[in-house]
């Protein structure tokens, strides 16, 4: 068993950044692939970014390349999502995950999740 919990939503202004962070709990952090997807009110979860459990290697969604830096640090059970030059489409509540397979941008392959956290990006 895995528990996430994120922290570092808050309101924001367009072209402005925020930090969030995902501790998890468990001696096994290390061997889970981590990701970051968001939901906007009245839409599907989808995916944000992910962070590989073997290499490191990282993958993002096409709207958020660029701008947004997917890490883990595996000594501190932590994934961070740095988001810069937020945009008020960004907005949504932000969900760490937690999966035990390879990287995949689909909400079913991974098996636990945190309570999210809200990014509110203001025009």
């Not at 930090?19 to 290390?30: D, H, K, N, P, Q």
């Not at 981590?34 to 709207?63: D, L």
């Not at 000594?75 to 937020?86: P, R």
């Not at 937690?98 to 309570?115: C, I, L």
Request: proline share 2%; net charge positive; glycine share 12%.
């Amino acid at each position: 068993q895995v528990q996430l919990v994120e922290s570092g939503g808050g309101l924001v202004q367009a072209g402005g950044s925020l930090r969030l962070s995902c501790a998890a709990s468990g001696r096994t952090f290390s061997t889970y692939t981590m990701a970051w997807f968001r939901q906007a009110p009245g839409k599907e979860r989808e995916f944000v970014a992910a962070i590989s459990r073997t290499n490191g290697a990282t993958y993002y969604h096409g709207s958020v390349k660029g701008r947004f830096t997917i890490s883990r640090d595996n000594a501190k059970n932590t994934v961070y999502l740095q988001m810069n030059s937020l945009k008020p489409e960004d907005t949504a509540v932000y969900y760490c995950a937690a999966g035990e397979g390879m990287v995949v941008r689909t909400t079913t392959a991974y098996d636990y999740w945190g309570q999210g956290t809200q990014v509110t990006v203001s025009s």
